[in-house]
DNA sequence: CTGCATCCTACCAGATACTG
DNA sequence: CAGTATCTGGTAGGATGCAG
């Protein structure tokens, strides 16, 4: 894909896969997707992810401008991440992407499925082998 | 994304999502995008990757039915990997992610050098107000 | 409430050497 | 040629404690 291209992409290309490939990124963009939220509401929404990957998550997908973070100089402090017209614009191949793991959800299952029965057998030929 | 529908798929999103954001798994279906390819041939082509990495990143694309493996019993032994019909169609929004970065690369790359630019003044400020 | 610093662990990539 | 086996260093990420 990237032969004929600008190789200063394609490391940006790589880049932004990596992104999508940690366990946060993606559930973070969904549940602004919903609109702007608190750090709180994103850590209780987010189920399972801790502060710290939060924060990190956060930073990363600001650093990239796909996020907006707004403080609100109140006390207690009120912060607000929204997704920017980036963001949101990056939602659509994304969604893309969650699509057709959806639509060949089934065959994905059937050829593990397929995978793993083979290697038992494989495995239980190996064992008769050393037998 | 995932609110109503079933987890189970969600699971399978993330865990392709996370095939895509290993260092290889891209470039290995990128260049079977042309044609099925020996072993040593994606060696050579996906630059950089160890052999054990190749085989890994192989065995999993295998079992997710992306990548079919065929021996040639002969000798010196020949194992052909090709991408299945499922894997050229998981090529498309794989593309349209590409893309989507390719279009969007200035606006990324601006968006990073703004937020190191504000950092270091951060830090910067930091120092005085320390000093 | 938000978020940084620190420590600690488990896991994984990479290098190397060996096998059919 | 196409793998497997084993070791090791680096790092992602969780837990905890402190601060503005």
Redesign the pocket.
């Known amino acids: 894909m990237c032969d004929n291209y600008d190789p200063t992409k394609c490391q940006t290309v790589s880049e932004m896969l990596a992104r999508l490939?940690?366990?946060?990124t993606v559930l973070v963009i969904m549940m602004l997707g919903d609109g702007p939220q608190?750090?709180?509401?994103?850590?209780r929404s987010v189920v399972?992810?801790?502060?710290?990957?939060?924060?990190?998550?956060?930073?990363s997908l600001e650093r990239d401008g796909i996020v907006e973070?707004t403080?609100h100089p109140t006390?207690?402090?009120?912060?607000?991440?929204a997704l920017t017209d980036l963001g949101r614009s990056f939602g659509e191949p994304i969604r893309a992407l969650g699509g057709w793991v959806f639509t060949h959800h089934d065959r994905i299952q059937t050829a593990r499925a397929d995978f793993d029965r083979r290697n038992e057998v494989d495995a239980g030929n190996k064992l008769i082998k050393l037998g």
Chains 1, 2 share one sequence.
């Open positions: 490939g940690d366990k946060w608190r750090f709180s509401d994103l850590k399972g992810i801790s502060q710290r990957m939060l924060t990190l998550t956060l930073r973070r403080v006390v207690p402090p009120k912060v607000e991440y």
